[in-house]
């Protein structure tokens, strides 16, 4: 069996929400797996200093109308949300505590999440919101509850961005796959062809 695809996304990034849509798919073809990881990207890059893409670039004329001009290339429903960005400490942490015991429910979770907010325009921030799609998949609102303050939830997320931070992770949507990393929607041709021919 290959190596499955290490897919990295921050909830409130609109890259890792299109790219959300289509990783699977992609590593279908190739007759790979997906490792599925939320991470914080706030929470990742402030121990260096704030060495990350400024949240005023990403709230840019230029990046929205990208956005939206790459869902509408990719005919991947879209619409530019308000907040914008938001924190999704807790979504991460519901994420993570479901991968661990149901990956395939979680990331059932991350497709309602994303496009709770990058489609219907809902502010996942707001723990409401997360319990009612929790419920919506009969997913437990009390536990999901509990995840997002459970000290121990906490520090599995934690650990999962040291992690991704360990990797070289530093942005969102990220890829890594046999231990190449590849930042972007724009490098899934190069990803696509290493599934297809191996390394270069």
């Known amino acids: 069996m290959s190596a499955p695809i290490d897919f990295y996304f921050d909830f409130s990034s609109p890259y890792g929400y ?13 007759g790979r797996t997906v490792m599925w990881h939320a991470i914080v990207l706030d929470a990742q890059f ?12 990403m709230r840019s004329e230029y990046v929205q109308r990208d956005t939206e001009r790459s869902a509408a290339f990719l005919d991947i429903p879209f619409k530019q949300p308000t907040p914008y960005p938001v924190h999704t400490e807790h979504a991460a942490r519901a994420f993570q505590w479901l991968s661990d015991r149901d990956p395939e429910q979680a990331k059932a979770f991350a497709h309602a999440v994303f496009r709770a907010y990058f489609v219907d325009g809902r502010n996942i921030a707001e723990t409401p919101v997360l ?3 929790a419920d919506s998949l009969k997913i437990s609102r ?22 991704a931070e360990a990797r070289g992770v530093f942005g969102s949507p990220f890829f890594i796959v046999e231990g190449e990393g590849f930042w972007g929607n724009d490098r899934f041709p190069q990803l696509e062809r290493w599934l297809e021919k191996g390394p270069f």
Do not use: N, W, Y
């Open 18 to 30: 299109l790219a959300s849509e289509r990783v699977d798919e992609i590593a279908a073809r190739h």
């Open 131 to 133: 319990l009612e799609l």
């Open 46 to 57: 402030q121990p260096q200093g704030g060495v990350k893409i400024p949240a005023a670039l």
């Open 142 to 163: 009390e536990e999901v509850s509990d995840a997002f303050s459970d000290p121990a939830t906490k520090a599995r997320l934690k650990a999962e961005i040291d992690l």
